[in-house]
């Protein structure tokens, strides 16, 4: 049996039963036998029916969509942390809209702005960059989250990697290792940059290093850690080890590495922040800081879900980090 355009009512009549019980089962209420509610959706199998999703969100006052905004898609830590947003949000039976900002604050401003009209249920900011002011406006509208970021607004929930902890492990990780002349890649104004470069301040002053120190200027893509690391060995103390601020720039630092006939890690360890996807495959085989992305996606999804059920007080989790040993670090010769 089929109908171009089946109804509530067509189901009813193919099941025997009445409207309003294939209403409480397209509800999922729990009040309707096994035996009605299989005959109820065998029913509309049949038929190919589906409810009215936007019916039944304006009579629940939601849409149950979450906006979520990427700063930077082209980053592979946050494509794989919407990928753990959209399986915690399809857990609670959330659908999820992705926008990016392209690294542009203004752009990112554009997609929230966009969402905000699409009347989302609330919005999910993953290393956001545009300015706490709008990100607070923003939150008179619908409740938000920042992820990667963290924020200090009373109306705003976030959760973040302990970035300094992270950074002072990558560190130590390299003067355990035997590393003295170790550099630093920072990111210049991406999300924890500031925060990973003062603990490999910390970290080296700590060790007795300070004379060691130097920071090359870099940006949070490959091509950041390629200029960075050229810099960096023209100079007159070339490092023995680097640390860069995230993956995709100790991506950049390994292809130079290369460039100039070095061979990793026994010429020169690289040590990266994010373990993303790409740090796990074999020809790169990246030791990083896991900032538990996919942990730092379920919590944002979870403190969303508790202010919509009525949660006011803010909550800020603090996730902590962990070295993941591979192959592009070693002994110092």
């Given at each position: 049996?089929?109908?171009?355009h089946?109804?509530?009512?067509d189901?009813a009549?193919?099941?025997?039963v009445?409207?309003?019980?294939?209403?409480?089962?397209?509800r999922?209420?729990?009040?309707?036998?096994?035996?009605?509610?299989?005959?109820?959706?065998?029913?509309?199998?049949?038929?190919?029916?589906?409810?009215n999703?936007?019916?039944?969100?304006l009579?629940?006052?939601?849409?149950?969509?979450?906006g979520?905004?990427v700063?930077?898609?082209?980053?592979?830590f946050?494509?794989?942390?919407?990928?753990?947003?959209?399986q915690?949000?399809?857990?609670?039976?959330?659908?999820?809209?992705?926008?990016?900002?392209?690294?542009?604050?203004?752009r990112e401003?554009?997609?929230?702005d966009?969402?905000?009209?699409?009347?989302?249920?609330?919005?999910i900011?993953?290393?956001?960059?545009?300015?706490?002011?709008?990100?607070?406006?923003?939150a008179?509208?619908?409740?938000?989250?920042?992820?990667?970021?963290?924020?200090?607004?009373?109306?705003?929930?976030?959760?973040?990697?302990?970035?300094?902890?992270?950074?002072?492990?990558?560190?130590?990780?390299?003067?355990?290792?035997?590393?003295?002349?170790i550099?630093?890649?920072?990111g210049?104004?991406?999300?924890?940059?500031?925060?990973?470069?003062?603990g490999?301040?910390?970290?080296?002053?700590?060790?007795?290093?300070?004379?060691?120190?130097?920071?090359?200027?870099?940006?949070?893509?490959?091509?950041?850690?390629?200029?960075?690391?050229?810099?960096l060995?023209?100079?007159?103390?070339?490092?023995?080890a680097?640390?860069?601020?995230?993956?995709?720039?100790a991506?950049?630092?390994?292809?130079?590495?290369?460039d100039?006939?070095?061979?990793?890690p026994?010429?020169?360890?690289?040590?990266?922040?994010?373990?993303?996807?790409?740090?796990?495959?074999?020809?790169?085989?990246?030791?990083?800081?896991?900032q538990?992305?996919?942990?730092?996606?379920?919590?944002?999804?979870?403190?969303?879900l508790?202010?919509?059920?009525?949660?006011?007080?803010?909550?800020?989790?603090?996730?902590?980090?962990?070295?993941?040993?591979?192959?592009?670090?070693?002994?110092?010769?």
């Open positions: 049996m089929s109908n171009e089946p109804t509530i009512h189901v009549k193919l099941a025997g009445s409207k309003s019980l294939v209403s409480l089962v397209m999922g209420a729990p009040q309707v036998s096994d035996a009605r509610r299989a005959a109820v959706k065998k029913a509309a199998a049949e038929l190919g029916y589906r409810p999703a936007a019916a039944k969100h009579v629940q006052g939601r849409t149950f969509v979450i979520v905004v700063a930077d898609l082209h980053n592979p946050y494509a794989d942390m919407v990928d753990s947003i959209e915690a949000a399809t857990r609670a039976d959330y659908r999820i809209l992705i926008g990016s900002g392209f690294q542009s604050p203004d401003a554009v997609a929230v966009t969402f905000l009209q699409l009347r989302v249920d609330g919005l900011l993953t290393g956001s960059t545009i300015p706490a002011s709008d990100i607070e406006k923003a008179e509208t619908v409740p938000v989250v920042l992820a990667s970021r963290s924020s200090t607004s009373d109306a705003i929930d976030s959760v973040v990697v302990d970035d300094p902890a992270g950074a002072i492990m990558a560190v130590e990780h390299l003067i355990q290792l035997g590393h003295r002349r550099a630093h890649i920072h210049g104004e991406g999300s924890g940059a500031l925060a990973r470069r003062e490999y301040e910390r970290a080296m002053a700590a060790a007795g290093l300070g004379k060691h120190v130097i920071s090359e200027p870099g940006r949070h893509i490959e091509q950041g850690g390629m200029d960075a690391t050229r810099l060995l023209a100079g007159r103390h070339r490092p023995t680097i640390f860069a601020s995230n993956d995709l720039a991506f950049g630092a390994l292809s130079v590495a290369k100039h006939g070095l061979k990793v026994e010429d020169l360890s690289v040590i990266g922040f994010d373990n993303t996807s790409m740090s796990r495959i074999a020809a790169i085989d990246l030791t990083t800081i896991d538990r992305g996919s942990d730092q996606a379920a919590a944002a999804v979870s403190l969303l508790e202010r919509l059920e009525g949660r006011t007080e803010t909550r800020r989790i603090v996730v902590e980090p962990n070295l993941v040993r591979r192959s592009t670090t070693a002994m110092a010769r």
